[in-house]
């Protein structure tokens, strides 16, 4: 299956960084609660994401990732996930997440 240029200009991807990392032990995966602030229009955005085998709710706090901003939320048991935070597998499978290797302005749209 080949994709276009067009479909990849649909999804919206953003850079915002992690503001809030709770623990979301009623999720069905070990998962964690993530505000992430985008800056300007977009503000801050909820997600839930499985990613304990790396990260710790602590260490994720100023973090800088990105994550698709323009799917509709979607309810995630007790959490309405406003955004999709991106990662690629490791290894084993376990999530690591993408964010840029310098602090750049929040909002920044990936292209």
Avoid: C
Wanted: glycine share 10%; proline share 8%; aromatic share 6%.
């Amino acid at each position: 299956m080949s994709a276009s240029i067009e479909d990849f200009q649909k999804l919206d991807i953003r850079v915002g960084r992690i503001t809030r990392a709770e623990p979301f032990p009623e999720a069905r995966k070990p998962a964690i609660r993530l505000w992430v602030d985008f800056g300007g229009e977009l503000g801050e955005k909820r997600s839930s994401a499985q990613i304990t085998a790396h990260y710790a709710p602590e260490e994720l706090v100023g973090r800088q990732v990105l994550a698709v901003v323009n799917f509709p939320p979607r309810q995630i048991g007790k959490v309405l996930s406003e955004v999709l935070v991106l990662g690629v597998p490791d290894a084993d499978g376990e999530v690591v997440l993408i964010g840029p290797d310098q602090d750049v302005p929040l909002g920044g749209r990936l292209f």
